[in-house]
């Protein structure tokens, strides 16, 4: 059996290997750290966790220990696709080049420029980053890649389908010509292939497994439930199963947040993850989960991609990746380094041609249990039944409702009682008021005029006014609904209805009040030039 001692690494490497508890190497690290010791270009493909990264930082810590780099000249780059993942290779730096006197620098987006300003300027042998924040630097004239020498792209296949590779195209031109290229991928798709041709020159390909494959210590299974039934059977298998910790991945950034806070609401100490957070918390809930804080992680593909989280026993697929590749990501994060670990996916009636491409990419059949009866293993019977409907207390009235011919919304409607025709109201609160004849004058200009002509004159006699008792005149304005309450009868205001806005004397009795307007005194002080 191949030890590290047995690869060509110098002394102060293997002592930090031999601190950090590893003796053996995996099958991509036997084979990639002899020709990249030897300056070979390297075209690396293998399965998520199998010590990928590791295989090339263990040699360029030895390849780097000879020189010093220069102000904003780094000595040799790391392109990552994510900043959790560019994070987790400084940390293997860190780890292993302890013995090693090698400045590193760390370039991701959510952190302040000027930290990694002051960092660049002193000068470093090893600058990891992402695509986008790299090409900030350098357009800004902080980073001059003139002098690299030794270029590294992790995650090839993960730099496509996140649109970095006209970035990683315009990096890789400022960098000279004659220089090493380490180009390592879970898959290798036709495109990743045509960039190889580009960047490498007569790269050495070494291929520890067949491209896109899952490891056999993953145990994988597929549970058919409702759409609207997913989250009740994550819920039930989270406390049914045996989760030491566990990742759930969602498809959007939108759907880990409501499931972050429903499990939350549940009572499961849970964490999220997601492009669209600040980066401190995204690594503050990485270092929780590491450290055992939290044991439920709900991610998107960010975390997906080549994040080492040792002894992860569960990962759940709420959504079906609607990229196959994704799925060997996902269910990488599991089962790593020989380790036991488990994968289920949540899959509706309209996820057929997903779950085929997958089974064709990764060339198994993943197990596609019935409902029944993975409640029936994984629940207790008396919750099997509803494991397809939705959360809350509905599914256990539906089934405690008598049965009705009549669907739920006749029987809503039924139960409602039939409601009255409400009377229309009259526009004008004139027509409620003392009745008058139909030849009455209407409008208030036609009024004025008669009034004028005819001050103290009779009312026509074919239109008398007919009084009105007091005690109606009362009641009347609640009729007219005003104000809420109600309106005062003029009796207790004290006002008259028929002439709004002035005092009654105390002298006029209401019957003057009641009499028509030609025979009272009470006649407006204009009226009586």
């Given amino acids: 059996m191949t030890n590290f001692s047995d690869l060509g690494l110098s002394d102060p490497v293997l002592r930090a290997v031999s601190d950090a508890g590893y003796e053996t190497p995996t099958p991509i690290q036997e084979k990639a750290i002899p020709y ?197 059977k994550l819920v039930e298998l989270l406390r049914v199963a045996d989760v030491t910790n566990a990742l759930i991945f969602c498809n959007r950034k939108r759907d880990v947040a409501t499931l972050y806070r429903s499990l939350e609401e549940d009572g499961f100490n849970a964490g999220a993850l997601h492009g669209d957070m600040d980066q401190y918390k995204r690594m503050e809930w990485l270092a929780k989960f590491r450290a055992g804080e939290i044991n439920v992680l709900v991610c998107s593909d960010v975390a997906a991609r080549g994040l080492d989280i040792p002894s992860v026993s569960h990962v759940f697929n709420y959504d079906v990746p609607n990229n196959s590749e994704d799925y060997v990501h996902r269910v990488g994060r599991t089962g790593r380094a020989g380790r036991k670990g488990k994968s289920i996916t949540l899959v509706t009636e309209n996820d057929d041609k997903q779950i085929a491409d997958i089974e064709k990419l990764i060339g198994r059949k993943i197990n596609l249990a019935k409902p029944t009866a993975t409640a029936e293993i994984m629940a207790s019977p008396e919750t099997a039944p509803l494991a397809d409907k939705p959360l809350g207390d509905g599914a256990a009235q539906e089934a405690s409702a008598p049965k009705d011919d009549k669907s739920a919304d006749e029987q809503s409607s039924d139960d409602k009682p039939a409601k009255k025709p409400r009377a229309r109201r009259s526009r004008s609160r004139k027509s409620e008021s003392a009745p008058r004849d139909a030849d009455a004058p209407e409008g208030k200009a036609e009024a004025k005029a008669e009034d004028k002509a005819e001050t103290r004159a009779e009312p026509k006699a074919d239109a008398p006014a007919q009084p009105q008792p007091a005690s109606e005149k009362a009641q009347e304005p609640a009729k007219r609904g005003g104000r809420k309450g109600g309106r005062k009868s003029d009796s207790e205001t004290g006002h008259s209805s028929r002439h709004k806005g002035e005092r009654v004397p105390p002298d006029v009795s209401p019957d003057d009040l009641n009499k028509p307007f030609g025979e009272t005194d009470l006649v407006p002080a204009f009226l009586r030039r």
């Avoid at 730096?93 to 300003?117: D, H, N, P, R």
């Avoid at 993960?158 to 090493?180: A, C, K, N, Y």
């Fill in 36 to 232: 990249v010791l030897m300056n070979k270009d390297i075209l690396g493909c293998a399965q998520t966790g199998t010590g990928k990264t590791a295989s090339f930082t263990l040699p360029m810590i030895d390849i780097l220990s000879q020189g010093r780099g220069r102000a904003r000249m780094p000595r040799s780059v790391i392109l990552e696709p994510t900043r959790e993942l560019a994070a987790q290779v400084a940390e293997n730096f860190e780890t292993y080049g302890k013995y090693c006197k090698l400045e590193m620098a760390l370039l991701i987006g959510g952190v302040s420029f000027a930290e990694q300003e002051a960092k660049i300027t002193r000068g470093v042998d090893v600058l990891i980053a992402t695509p986008g924040r790299l090409m900030d630097h350098c357009e800004r004239g902080k980073v001059i890649l003139t002098d690299a020498k030794l270029l590294v792209i992790d995650e090839a296949d993960r730099m496509l389908d996140m649109g970095f590779i006209p970035d990683v195209e315009h990096i890789v031109s400022m960098m000279p010509r004659t220089r090493q290229t380490l180009m390592f991928s879970a898959t290798m798709p036709k495109e990743i292939r045509r960039l190889a041709d580009k960047f490498l020159d007569s790269p050495k390909e070494i291929t520890v497994a067949p491209p896109a494959s899952t490891a056999d210590t993953i145990e994988q299974a597929a549970i058919p439930v409702s759409p609207h039934g997913k989250r009740k």
